[in-house]
């Protein structure tokens, strides 16, 4: 932690209603400069409305935010970047077309003595900068060549190119691989040793525990307690956040494991991956593991219908079926939870009704009339099912948490009765409390008879729910391996392994 003791946020009082929903009920805390101050809560803690106020998106309703030693009243985002605020958010936003330093000059652009843009002095100062930050990116290059790990890198310096005092990092790992996060961390170290001080929001407690020097604890629109890193356990840190012992992370009821219900035989789509064969049965959780860009996820929607296939051959319940879109798949039992919720999973404007009964619409559709009745039975039994909290069935689902979203998703499909439920990601940015939720009720399904596949780039969540993993490298299946076998090391092995042919 760096020398410094002042305070360079301060809190207080900050309170937020919306029509139906007080999300912030008067927060107060501090934060030291030169720090790194994890925000940690479940889902519709309030964390994100907390930042939004801090940012200039949003008003409180009451209260005040004192940074750097005076009371500031942030009309918009710019404002606060001006003042010394910056947030690198979870969904990343870049322009593709621009360079990179055109990105880190944006709407600052430096110009020569008549007026024109210098984009020699921008890769100039851009490479500057990089070099103060270790960062190994060219500055003449485009932003849609870049990889998420270096965009957040990007996004990053950009905030250190407006003399940042305090930079907000929304979930900023989500979608990095190990030796990203390693890179990331690395820089910033170096920036909490130059004074800059972080805010870091993350459902990953293990770089929670890992990063920060200070945890402030958020529940339900409430703070909680700042806690000193150092001196506390991650199971008093859950406890804080969610306000009761997690006892089981990982339910795994037991299951019957039946017939195979899902066979795939030399599934292959050129340049994506290569000559896939697995089986499901009834009752089980197959796990499926594997570095970022191994192919899990394409091989998944291929089978879903999504992508299509050059060769191979689906069979469900010892029947060869030909699915071309999703409708074949739904109507043969098969549901997928995406992965991008946002993009290919939600109509974001509508409500948590539309949302839920929309791929189940022909149950409610006995004439012309839609049966609203039934429609708020089935989604009011869902949304207790999963604990979702929302104000309302007709509240818009872009106004949830990102956990509460993933619930609604999953409800979507659970009103459909699968057979065989894929999940990709399936607690990606959710909390420790809703993970477990989402765990058990898989661990039901598959209890109940249904065929689970997840795909999940978090071992413990793969080790803990899977009766059988398979593991992908570089679009090749490298292994499958039994619950009672598996463990972290021989998991990884296969993810960096090429299998041999024979």
């Given at each position: 932690?760096?020398?410094?003791?002042?305070?360079?946020?301060?809190?207080?009082?900050?309170?937020?209603?919306?029509?139906?929903?007080?999300?912030?009920?008067?927060?107060?805390?501090?934060?030291?400069?030169?720090?790194?101050?994890?925000?940690?809560?479940?889902?519709?803690?309030?964390?994100?409305?907390?930042?939004?106020?801090?940012?200039?998106?949003?008003?409180?309703?009451?209260?005040?935010?004192?940074?750097?030693?005076?009371?500031?009243?942030?009309?918009?985002?710019?404002?606060?970047?001006?003042?010394?605020?910056?947030?690198?958010?979870?969904?990343?936003?870049?322009?593709?077309?621009?360079?990179?330093?055109?990105?880190?000059?944006?709407?600052?652009?430096?110009?020569?003595?008549?007026?024109?843009?210098?984009?020699?002095?921008?890769?100039?100062?851009?490479?500057?900068?990089?070099?103060?930050?270790?960062?190994?990116?060219?500055?003449?290059?485009?932003?849609?060549?870049?990889?998420?790990?270096?965009?957040?890198?990007?996004?990053?310096?950009?905030?250190?190119?407006?003399?940042?005092?305090?930079?907000?990092?929304?979930?900023?790992?989500?979608?990095?691989?190990?030796?990203?996060?390693?890179?990331?961390?690395?820089?910033?170290?170096?920036?909490?040793?130059?004074?800059?001080?972080?805010?870091?929001?993350?459902?990953?407690?293990?770089?929670?525990?890992?990063?920060?020097?200070?945890?402030?604890?958020?529940?339900?629109?409430?703070?909680?307690?700042?806690?000193?890193?150092?001196?506390?356990?991650?199971?008093?840190?859950?406890?804080?956040?969610?306000?009761?012992?997690?006892?089981?992370?990982?339910?795994?009821?037991?299951?019957?494991?039946?017939?195979?219900?899902?066979?795939?035989?030399?599934?292959?789509?050129?340049?994506?991956?290569?000559?896939?064969?697995?089986?499901?049965?009834?009752?089980?959780?197959?796990?499926?593991?594997?570095?970022?860009?191994?192919?899990?996820?394409?091989?998944?929607?291929?089978?879903?219908?999504?992508?299509?296939?050059?060769?191979?051959?689906?069979?469900?319940?010892?029947?060869?079926?030909?699915?071309?879109?999703?409708?074949?798949?739904?109507?043969?039992?098969?549901?997928?939870?995406?992965?991008?919720?946002?993009?290919?999973?939600?109509?974001?404007?509508?409500?948590?009704?539309?949302?839920?009964?929309?791929?189940?619409?022909?149950?409610?559709?006995?004439?012309?009339?839609?049966?609203?009745?039934?429609?708020?039975?089935d989604v009011a039994e869902q949304i207790e099912l999963l604990s979702t909290k929302t104000p309302s069935q007709e509240q818009i689902i872009n106004n949830l948490s990102g956990g509460n979203q993933q619930k609604v998703l999953l409800s979507k499909w659970l009103l459909t009765d699968p057979r065989i439920l894929i999940v990709d990601e399936p607690t990606r940015g959710i909390d420790v409390g809703a993970k477990a939720e989402i765990h058990l009720l898989l661990s039901k399904l598959a209890q109940q008879g249904c065929a689970v596949i997840m795909i999940s780039s978090e071992l413990p969540e793969i080790l803990g729910m899977s009766d059988r993993i398979m593991v992908m490298h570089e679009g090749v299946k490298s292994g499958e391996i039994t619950r009672a076998d598996a463990n972290e090391e021989n998991v990884m092995h296969m993810a960096f392994s090429v299998p041999a042919k024979g």
């Amino acid at each position: 932690m760096a020398n410094e003791t002042r305070n360079i946020l301060e809190l207080r009082e900050i309170d937020k209603q919306f029509p139906g929903v007080h999300a912030l009920d008067h927060v107060s805390f501090t934060v030291k400069a030169g720090t790194v101050h994890g925000i940690i809560g479940e889902n519709g803690a309030g964390k994100s409305t907390l930042m939004k106020i801090l940012i200039g998106i949003q008003p409180p309703t009451s209260g005040s935010v004192i940074f750097d030693g005076e009371e500031v009243h942030f009309k918009n985002p710019a404002e606060a970047l001006r003042r010394g605020i910056a947030m690198v958010h979870q969904e990343l936003m870049p322009i593709p077309e621009l360079t990179v330093a055109q990105s880190i000059f944006i709407g600052k652009e430096p110009t020569g003595p008549l007026g024109h843009i210098s984009d020699r002095q921008m890769v100039a100062e851009t490479q500057k900068l990089f070099d103060r930050l270790r960062i190994t990116i060219d500055p003449r290059v485009k932003v849609g060549t870049l990889s998420t790990a270096n965009i957040q890198m990007l996004e990053i310096a950009k905030a250190i190119s407006y003399d940042a005092k305090l930079i907000i990092l929304d979930e900023p790992t989500s979608s990095l691989t190990e030796n990203e996060v390693e890179k990331m961390f690395d820089m910033m170290t170096m920036l909490r040793s130059q004074g800059v001080t972080m805010l870091y929001i993350s459902h990953k407690m293990n770089e929670i525990t890992r990063i920060t020097d200070e945890v402030s604890v958020m529940r339900d629109g409430h703070y909680i307690c700042t806690m000193v890193t150092a001196e506390h356990t991650l199971d008093e840190m859950i406890s804080a956040m969610v306000g009761r012992d997690i006892e089981n992370m990982f339910p795994k009821l037991d299951a019957e494991i039946g017939d195979v219900l899902l066979e795939v035989k030399g599934l292959t789509r050129k340049g994506v991956f290569e000559d896939i064969s697995f089986q499901v049965h009834k009752g089980e959780i197959l796990g499926v593991a594997g570095l970022v860009g191994a192919g899990r996820s394409e091989v998944m929607r291929a089978i879903f219908g999504l992508d299509p296939l050059d060769a191979g051959e689906i069979f469900v319940d010892g029947k060869k079926v030909e699915i071309k879109s999703p409708k074949d798949a739904i109507a043969l039992g098969m549901m997928f939870l995406t992965e991008e919720r946002k993009r290919d999973g939600l109509f974001l404007i509508h409500s948590v009704s539309d949302n839920m009964t929309i791929a189940n619409i022909d149950a409610y559709t006995g004439g012309p009339i839609l049966d609203k009745k039934k429609m708020r039975k089935d989604v009011a039994e869902q949304i207790e099912l999963l604990s979702t909290k929302t104000p309302s069935q007709e509240q818009i689902i872009n106004n949830l948490s990102g956990g509460n979203q993933q619930k609604v998703l999953l409800s979507k499909w659970l009103l459909t009765d699968p057979r065989i439920l894929i999940v990709d990601e399936p607690t990606r940015g959710i909390d420790v409390g809703a993970k477990a939720e989402i765990h058990l009720l898989l661990s039901k399904l598959a209890q109940q008879g249904c065929a689970v596949i997840m795909i999940s780039s978090e071992l413990p969540e793969i080790l803990g729910m899977s009766d059988r993993i398979m593991v992908m490298h570089e679009g090749v299946k490298s292994g499958e391996i039994t619950r009672a076998d598996a463990n972290e090391e021989n998991v990884m092995h296969m993810a960096f392994s090429v299998p041999a042919k024979g």
